[in-house]
């Protein structure tokens, strides 16, 4: 398989195709509409009395129980309320309470925690762009971002690696480790690029990275101020622009990770561990999605159609875009927050597939395209 190909998603006509040839329709608006009647395509009924966060909970129900037929999201239906680019840029975020350093070694918290307990604050009606935390250095107090979408590229990048072995042979390390002073890692990670157009690799760089001794049962060392950063063209923006948050301008001070880096800390961990040295990597905050998410996911990039406005107040159809599968990813999430006890939330994401104490993945042979 191709790196395009693991990358590639259908259209909408892809999408209906194995439908309508069920019915011997052809690909037209109507055989759509017909498709609906048929009970084919689900078009959910937005009530105008509905405020967002009753609308939000019906359709993360929806998007729960489809099934393998499709969804249409009706015009009235507003899956982001800004567009891709003002999403990415004022969005909201997942927030990890604020903790001192000390107070993080002090009580031993680790990521997942942080973000188990953010979800007490999670709201259906909110349109979020990922989860964050903010570093602690004193120099640069930098919000670090985590969209959900760029660390499920990142799982395909590197998971798929360990099963096809078509990536695994192209990530490598391009400098030596250093290990600092026994608690942080240094690398760079050669990381393929998955654009079409741009076929060279991504030179990642890793710095702060929380380490400790192999079979060490210590992890309290921060994982707060990882610092991750590539010359991908996705950061040009940023870069620019910078971003509005809660009334403050970010620009310079906001980090939002994207695949290539997420794979290179995924790599890491994994060559730490198998490559007979003293240490391994003591902490992930790239929180891998469980088998239910996932299957979310797919629904979202497969079985998910929307109808936006074009010329004349005519409707066409459309599949979704990152930033909307980002969102609809978090809808999820604050569904099964809002529905399942304290203890249990967080089950979406993560170290399930991902041993902290020997700092080993599990197989995700589910994460496959
Ligand atoms: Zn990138």
Not at 83 to 108: A, C, D, M, N, W
Not at 201 to 211: D, E, G, T
Not at 336 to 348: H, P
Request: proline share 4%; glycine share 6%; hydrophobic share 35%.
């Amino acid at each position: 398989m191709s790196l395009e190909k693991i990358f590639e998603r259908e259209g909408v006509k892809g999408m209906v195709l194995p439908k309508l040839d069920k019915y011997n329709l052809p690909f037209s608006r109507k055989s759509i509409e017909k498709l609906v009647t048929l009970g084919e395509i689900i078009k959910p009924q937005i009530i105008k009395s509905f405020d967002s966060e009753s609308e939000n909970n019906y359709i993360a129900c929806v998007l729960k129980n489809i099934g393998d037929k499709i969804i249409l999201l009706p015009i009235e239906y507003e899956i982001i309320p800004m567009s891709p680019i003002k999403q990415r840029k004022k969005g909201s975020t997942l927030k990890f309470k604020r903790y001192s350093e000390s107070q993080v070694l002090y009580y031993h918290l680790t990521p997942r925690q942080m973000f188990i307990e953010s979800l007490s604050n999670i709201e259906l009606s909110k349109s979020y762009t990922g989860y964050e935390w903010q570093g602690t250095l004193y120099t640069e107090k930098e919000f670090k971002v985590v969209p959900l979408v760029e660390i499920i590229q990142a799982c395909k990048i590197f998971f798929n690696s360990k099963e096809t072995k078509i990536l695994s042979e192209k990530i490598e390390i391009e400098h030596k480790i250093y290990y600092g002073d026994g608690r942080y890692a240094f690398a760079n990670v050669l990381v393929p690029s998955v654009s079409k157009k741009n076929t060279e690799k991504r030179s990642v760089n890793l710095r702060r990275i929380p380490i400790k001794r192999k079979n060490s049962l210590n992890e309290r060392v921060s994982w707060l101020n990882i610092s991750v950063s590539s010359l991908c063209p996705e950061h040009d923006w940023q870069f620019h622009f910078g971003r509005y948050y809660g009334g403050r301008f970010r620009k310079g001070s906001e980090k939002i990770f994207c695949g290539h880096e997420i794979a290179a800390y995924f790599y890491l961990i994994n060559y730490m561990k198998n490559s007979g040295g003293d240490y391994v990597i003591a902490h992930n905050p790239f929180f891998v999605p469980n088998e239910e998410l996932y299957k979310i996911y797919k629904v979202l990039t497969n079985q998910v159609m929307k109808e936006v406005l074009v010329d004349n107040g005519k409707t066409a159809l459309s599949i979704l875009n990152n930033a909307e599968i980002e969102s609809m990813l978090w809808l999820s999430i604050a569904h099964d927050a809002m529905t399942k006890k304290k203890e249990e939330r967080g089950s979406y994401l993560f170290t399930k597939y991902f041993n902290t104490k020997d700092g080993s993945f599990y197989t995700n042979s589910y994460i496959k395209t």
